[in-house]
């Protein structure tokens, strides 16, 4: 079968949104199809060179942010069998419905990531998709897949789900068990941080952009000036437009020497740090965090993670047995809950064990593949009738 997949952001850009882009492409691959990857990600066709899926640039006629006016999209599901967009895709996704009304063949399937609510010049914009064409374009879909029905239910998708439930399947968020396990770090890595045997850590994972402005890095920075955290260490993975502003907050807050910015890290040593680790912190202040890759990640390395209690993410971090839950934007109940976690040794390996079972149970990307595999037999009964 030939499938598309359209997505704005995919490597070298490290977003959750490429991430999955990359692993579906591939997953899809090893199931016999032949993928093809549009997207407006500039360098994205040098990056994968040698995948078993195709890359191709989209022409954009304007570029703002990740978004891009790309009006090919329209006509992209007339040389397909299926088409996968990762939405959002502002400027792509609005030629493509435009070309369903025109009657362009061929199924669509829309993987829903998440709500916008940023307020920028682009927000009346925004506002219109968000009201009009965001509803236009998912009801015109063959399929709607989410990450949790629990972030559908409750964001800017839960007037549609109430109508028409039935359009919507549920394709959990996955991630490699094996590279991503409770191992030792390689040598030398906590001296090249300042980490001390003694220190606990406490590690942030997310781009520093201001497309991760809801990541809640302030926050978090603001509850490590805690006294009950005097004696932990801050590392903060990823780099970004945003990383000179936060160092600064850092520095004015008297962090210096325990907020350490490590900066962009390669996805081959990215274990290296969760393995370093005490316990992850994931303090995203609104509804734009729908899941957490970083999350995913850092339970499947054995830890327990203190993360806002929002919709989707709840879904992964259970209180008191894989993470403990924080009111989002709430600097104090952050400090409290990763004292908590820090404090008592014996509750803070129990729940990183239980991270890790959960994990391989329930989020392995085999799981994903079959998950898949499913999907695309039932949207084709007769899938075997198309060339793969």
């Not at 990541?215 to 004696?231: C, D, I, Q, V």
């Not at 350490?260 to 393995?275: C, I, K, M």
């Not at 109940?333 to 994990?359: I, K, P, Q, W, Y």
Request: hydrophobic share 45%.
């Amino acid at each position: 079968m030939r499938i598309a997949v359209i997505s704005s952001t995919f490597p070298p850009y490290h977003g959750g949104m490429g991430r999955v882009a990359v692993c579906d492409a591939g997953l899809l691959s090893g199931l016999g199809h032949e993928v093809h990857v549009f997207t407006s990600q500039r360098g994205a066709v040098k990056e994968a060179e040698g995948q078993p899926y195709a890359v191709h640039e989209l022409k954009a006629w304007l570029r703002w942010g990740h978004g891009a006016f790309a009006p090919g999209t329209a006509w992209i599901p007339g040389n397909f069998d299926l088409t996968i967009l990762h939405y959002p895709f502002f400027g792509g996704a609005e030629p493509l419905w435009f070309g369903r009304l025109l009657g362009v063949r061929g199924k669509l399937l829309v993987y829903y990531h998440m709500d916008v609510t940023s307020r920028g010049p682009f927000y009346p914009f925004l506002l219109f998709n968000r009201r009009f064409a965001l509803r236009k374009l998912v009801g015109s879909a063959d399929r709607v897949l989410v990450s949790t029905m629990d972030y559908a239910e409750h964001g800017d998708l839960a007037r549609v789900v109430e109508t028409r439930r039935g359009l919507f399947g549920e394709l959990f968020l996955t991630v490699d068990t094996e590279r991503f396990s409770p191992k030792e770090t390689r040598d030398g890595l906590a001296a090249e941080l300042g980490c001390k045997p003694e220190d606990k850590v406490v590690l942030f994972v997310a781009g520093l952009d201001k497309a991760h402005y809801f990541k809640g890095l302030g926050n978090l920075l603001l509850a490590m000036t805690a006294p009950e955290l005097e004696k932990a260490k801050l590392v903060v993975v990823g780099g970004g437009d945003l990383r000179e502003e936060y160092e600064r907050q850092a520095e004015v807050l008297g962090l210096r020497g325990r907020a350490v910015f490590a900066g962009f890290v390669d996805d081959a040593d990215l274990p290296d740090y969760y393995r370093l680790a005490d316990v992850m912190a994931f303090p995203s202040i609104d509804k734009s965090e729908a899941f957490g890759i970083a999350a995913l990640e850092a339970m499947s390395s054995g830890l327990p993670v203190v993360a806002s209690n929002l919709a989707g993410v709840r879904t992964i971090v259970r209180e008191g047995e894989t993470g403990l839950r924080v009111p989002a934007g709430s600097s104090s109940a952050l400090t409290l809950a990763l004292d908590r976690v820090l404090s008592d040794g014996e509750f803070r390996r129990e729940m990183g064990r239980n991270a890790r079972d959960m994990v391989v149970r329930e989020y392995s990307d085999a799981a994903r593949q079959k998950g898949w595999d499913a999907i695309v037999k039932d949207m084709f009964p007769d899938w075997r009738h198309f060339s793969s």
